[in-house]
């Protein structure tokens, strides 16, 4: 059965912090693995990872993906109060598997 | 830009009755997929669909059933709703080829069934 695992599961961090969030995941026949942001609605799509060590970057968000040990992370620098909402990964094989998410609050 | 919709935004029904979500999206896409969220459990994936007529079972497909009678529109058909399927409901949509494999939601319906 896959399996997708985010820490931490809720973040609180001043504006202006750098923040890290992790996934880590077992699937069969992993093809990508995709990060959203959700805010009070539908989520937004962010990166798609599909090889290692091969930084994307957006703005202040990177992500990076290691197959080998099969986790990926998202960094977020100088955060903003926007920033706050829950993050999703999800790695896919032939469908995507959600994790339930990192729910990251920035305080002014 | 992808659009998907979804033809509520919110929904009251009450237990037993049958209740229809629409999800419409205008980029050609081949794959469309329903989803529930709940709080604590995530993302769940009910039923998907890689063509016209063809659907396959998610992880939750129990109380669920699905049409795709036209390569845009995607629909969820709770036969009986029951009050455990209250819910957020989002619709998503992709493309076939590997570059394409970015899912884009729709705005969600969130039901409510008493």
């Known amino acids: 059965e896959d399996k997708v695992v985010q820490s931490p599961l809720s973040l609180v961090v001043h504006e202006g912090d750098t923040v890290t969030l992790n996934c880590s995941y077992e699937v069969t026949n992993f093809r990508s693995l995709l990060w959203y942001k959700q805010e009070k609605k539908a989520p937004t799509f962010l990166f798609m990872l599909?090889?290692?060590?091969i930084e994307k970057k957006s703005g202040r968000l990177s992500s990076i993906l290691d197959k080998k040990e099969l986790f990926s992370i998202l960094n977020i620098t100088a955060t903003q109060t926007g920033d706050s909402a829950v993050y999703l990964c999800?790695?896919?094989?032939?469908?995507?598997?959600f994790g339930k998410g990192t729910k990251l609050s920035v305080i002014p | 830009d992808v659009k998907v919709t979804q033809s509520s935004r919110y929904l009251v029904k009450r237990t037993g009755e049958k209740v229809f979500l629409e999800c419409v999206q205008d980029?050609?896409?081949?794959?469309m997929f329903w989803y529930r969220q709940d709080p604590g459990l995530g993302l769940r994936l009910i039923y998907f669909s890689y063509d016209v007529k063809m659907k396959e079972k998610g992880d939750i497909p129990e109380g669920y059933s699905v049409s795709r009678e036209k390569k845009e529109r995607f629909s969820l058909i709770l036969e009986s709703a029951s009050t455990n399927q209250t819910s957020m409901y989002l619709c998503?949509?992709?493309?076939?080829?590997?570059?394409?494999?970015?899912?884009?939601f729709g705005p969600g319906t969130r039901l409510l069934v008493l």
């Open positions: 998503a949509s992709s493309g076939r080829d590997a570059n394409q494999e970015t899912q884009y």
């Open positions: 980029m050609d896409h081949e794959n």
């Open positions: 999800a790695p896919r094989s032939y469908q995507l598997t």
């Open positions: 599909t090889s290692s060590g």
